[in-house]
């Protein structure tokens, strides 16, 4: 009975230390999603900045572009003529290519919008998820606070019952073996250690005149029968 309500407090206390730690997992991953919508935001602005680039860049072509024709009617000689439609050919193509970048950093930037909106909506969802798991973990900090009380209400209710000299003994093994101490013996092996037990010594447990300790592991030992019987 006080070793079963010793394990439930080591169970106890392993789910006290796990808890904060699975909270910070979570923390953890929230940032990592913060910092890569973050990202795709500066990658937004990035392609807007360089459309809005592109754009400035045709503007100022437009009169270069208007110049260039109006020469046509100016020109004397063949040759000339020849050299302004060249350019104003150039010129064309040069339009043309950036017209082409505006259209793909279009593309571009609606896919990116929706990327951050879908960020967005992750967010939200891994925010109400995170608020919904703390509120369940604090709760079970609690009920475990709760339980402990109660254990060390019956710990001691039943501390007083107990033969004291066992439960010094009990104790003192408690202290150095952390965790279980009494071990059931099955086939001459200590359930505790999984060493065997000394022939003589296993005859003396299946008598049970007195309380015996496992040579190997020093837990309290108990004849727990043997599979062949
Ligand atoms: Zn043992």
Redesign the pocket.
């Known amino acids: 009975m006080i070793q079963a309500i010793d394990t439930r407090f080591d169970d106890i206390k392993r789910e006290r230390e796990e808890t904060p730690r699975r909270i910070e997992k979570l923390k953890g991953d929230l940032d990592l999603l913060r910092k890569a919508m973050d990202q795709d935001l500066s990658t937004l602005e990035e392609l807007k900045e360089g459309r809005r680039k592109v754009e400035r860049e045709l503007e100022e072509m437009e009169p270069k572009f208007k110049k260039s024709k109006s020469r046509l009617n100016e020109v004397k000689s063949n040759k000339e003529y020849e050299a302004v439609l060249k350019e104003i050919a150039g010129l064309k193509e040069l339009i043309f290519q950036k017209e082409e970048m505006v259209i793909e950093c279009m593309e571009e930037i609606e896919i990116q919008e929706k990327e951050c909106a879908n960020n967005n909506i992750r967010w939200e969802e891994s925010q109400k998820e995170y608020k919904g798991r703390e509120k369940e973990f604090s709760q079970r900090m609690r009920e475990l606070d709760k339980e402990v009380q109660s254990l060390n209400e019956k710990m001691s209710a039943l501390s007083e019952k107990v033969d004291q000299d066992l439960l010094r003994r009990y104790n003192s093994l408690r202290m150095y073996l952390r965790g279980q101490v009494v071990?059931r013996v099955k086939d001459f092996v200590?359930q505790?250690?999984h060493?065997g037990i000394p022939p003589q010594q296993y005859n003396d447990l299946i008598r049970g005149d007195s309380l015996l300790n496992?040579p190997?592991?020093n837990?309290i030992?108990y004849w727990g029968g043997n599979n062949s019987q």
């Open positions: 071990a200590c505790g250690c060493l496992c190997n592991c837990r030992i």
